[in-house]
């Protein structure tokens, strides 16, 4: 699998990696084995990058990692979990004392004394801008716990601010057909200060699979059923915050410039692939899923032409919606 780099980062990954959300929560279940059938498939199919967080599954993801790592070992592969959204989401709580538990609880649950990327996962805007929490974070550089730092963000804007403080090594942004914004101003300024960038929810949370159709349902404790109004967390993390109906006429624009014998999900992979991103991060439930995701690094890149018509598609159908909230 191709290898991307960033100066900050400083390491190579493969440039499909594995979300780790739905071995955790929030996708319907995922029993233990298949979880860890999904590990397996995805790093035998040339991933190297996995990302987790502390509140999937409220440290189950974690904790699977951990017992694959055991397994398996850790050689050659990056772990980037994530932290703070176990809490009350008020500035104040993203503080060096709550950072040192929440990072001991991390490397407790992945069995690891380093962790190799820990992101603050999608925290209040204010806490971009407040030197106390980047200077907690080097300290953990500095003590070994953790190896580099990065943030996940919701918002252009938070991206910005945080690329331009000088520890951060990645930021993770949600980055597909259905969300271009980040192709403006993010993913220049990334690259010309070294920041790694992990593009998450490339499929929009399944319907860039092409999949779906009007009358398809999902689980109770799926959160394609409880937040597409934003009910739990930030709805830009559910479809990418484009409505449902809106999102499949979409689709049926862009399923004619699938190139023959490729699937459509890996057509939605592979046109994040061709930006200038790092990673990304498509999540699987099962193993088949998870190499097919892998598989999208051998596509070929797509043609100006199919650019130039997706461009197209977010323009007349998805901007509207998103373009200006995140």
Aim: proline fraction near 5%; aromatic fraction near 6%.
């Amino acid at each position: 699998m191709e290898q991307r780099s960033a100066a900050r980062l400083g390491r190579s990954v493969g440039v499909v990696g594995l979300g780790c959300w739905q071995l955790g929560a929030d996708w319907g279940t995922v029993d233990e084995a298949d979880a860890l059938a999904v590990l397996h498939a995805a790093v035998d199919s040339g991933v190297t990058f996995l990302d987790t967080a502390d509140v999937y599954g409220d440290g189950r993801s974690e904790r699977l990692i951990g017992r694959f790592l055991r397994d398996r070992g850790s050689a050659g592969l990056t772990v980037a979990t994530k932290m703070g959204r176990r809490v009350d989401q008020v500035p104040e709580n993203y503080t060096r004392e709550n950072f040192l538990a929440w990072t001991d609880r991390s490397r407790s649950n992945l069995g690891v004394d380093t962790l190799d990327l820990v992101q603050l996962h999608c925290p209040p805007t204010p806490v971009y801008s407040t030197d106390a929490v980047f200077d907690a974070l080097d300290e953990l550089v500095d003590a070994k716990r953790i190896a580099a730092y990065g943030v996940s963000v919701e918002t252009v804007d938070e991206a910005l601010t945080a690329i331009a403080r000088p520890g951060v090594a990645s930021v993770q942004i949600i980055v597909n057909a259905f969300r271009q914004k980040p192709l403006e101003r993010v993913l220049p300024a990334a690259a010309d200060a070294g920041v790694a960038v992990i593009a998450r929810v490339p499929l929009a949370s399944g319907l860039l699979s092409g999949r779906y159709t009007a009358a398809t349902t999902f689980a109770p404790d799926d959160h394609r059923s409880y937040n597409r109004h934003g009910e739990a967390f930030d709805v830009g993390e559910t479809f990418a915050g484009v409505p449902f109906e809106v999102g499949l006429a979409a689709v049926e624009r862009l399923r004619p410039l699938v190139p023959e014998g490729v699937p459509m999900a890996r057509f939605a992979v592979r046109w994040v692939l061709d930006q200038p991103v790092t990673v990304v991060i498509p999540g699987a439930r099962d193993a088949e899923q998870a190499r097919g995701n892998a598989a999208a690094a051998a596509v070929d890149a797509l043609p100006a032409d199919v650019h130039d018509a997706v461009r197209a598609v977010y323009a007349e159908l998805i901007a509207p919606h998103v373009h200006d909230r995140w």
